[in-house]
């Protein structure tokens, strides 16, 4: 049994939980610790459990909680070399440790697969979480969908995939034109579109949750992106995830 859950999601933080009876890692933390804590607490997910975190990159959204939260808790945040070089020193954690992207990592009875994807960072990677011949991808962060991307979702149980902005909200939207450039460039964002069509076409036979993840708060909607995803939910169940608060845990 796998517990998953959306602790923070969306362009201002976030976090990803991922646990079994036992054991438990993050992925990213871009919330801080007092707010990691409190939405483990309310959906009774215990942080004794947690065993390791691993940050995607080094923008803020994800790893602005991880130095406090491993201190506090006593566990190893888990890094690329380039992303632990290009990390703001208040980001630092007092230990890190490295791995190589494609690297596979094993904690607490877990085997977390590492992979480059397309973001505009120093050396971006996603990560695909092995337990009991269940896979958990959480895929955020990506320009355009790589054959890394779509090779490991087709093994994937569930996943947190993004789905960051509605192309007219943001092409109508107040951003700066530069900064709508760099969102819907193959180096930003996954839009709805992009990611209803890498579902349709490469999702498994296997998969059977997708939480769409990672909306930006101005360029996008719950109901928009929910709305184009609905459509495929005879093949997999397709959830919300939240910027405000933890969202439900789903059990694989």
Known sequence: MIDICALASGSNGNCYYIGN???????????????????????????????AVFISH??????KGAR??????????????KTLEALYPNYLPDAARIFTPGESISEGGFTIHSFLKNHDASE????????DNKHIGVFTDIGSACQNVVDNLKQCHAVFLETNY???????????????RRIASNMGHLSNMQAYDLLDKHAGNNLKCVYLSHLS????????????????EPRFEVRLTSRYEAGEVYVL
């Open 21 to 51: 009876q036992h054991d438990a890692i993050l992925i990213d933390v871009g919330i801080t610790t007092k707010r990691v804590l409190k939405r483990m607490q309310e959906r009774n997910l215990d942080p004794k459990k947690l065993r």
């Open 58 to 63: 080094e923008h803020g959204d994800h790893v």
């Open 68 to 81: 406090v939260l491993c201190k506090k808790l006593d566990i190893p945040a888990y890094f690329t070399k």
């Open 124 to 131: 971006p990677c996603s990560f695909r979480v092995e337990y």
């Open 166 to 180: 509605d192309e007219g909200m943001l092409q109508n939207g107040n951003y700066p034109i530069y900064l709508k």
């Open 217 to 232: 708060g101005e360029n996008n909607a719950p109901e928009i992106a929910y709305g184009l995803l609905q459509p495929l």
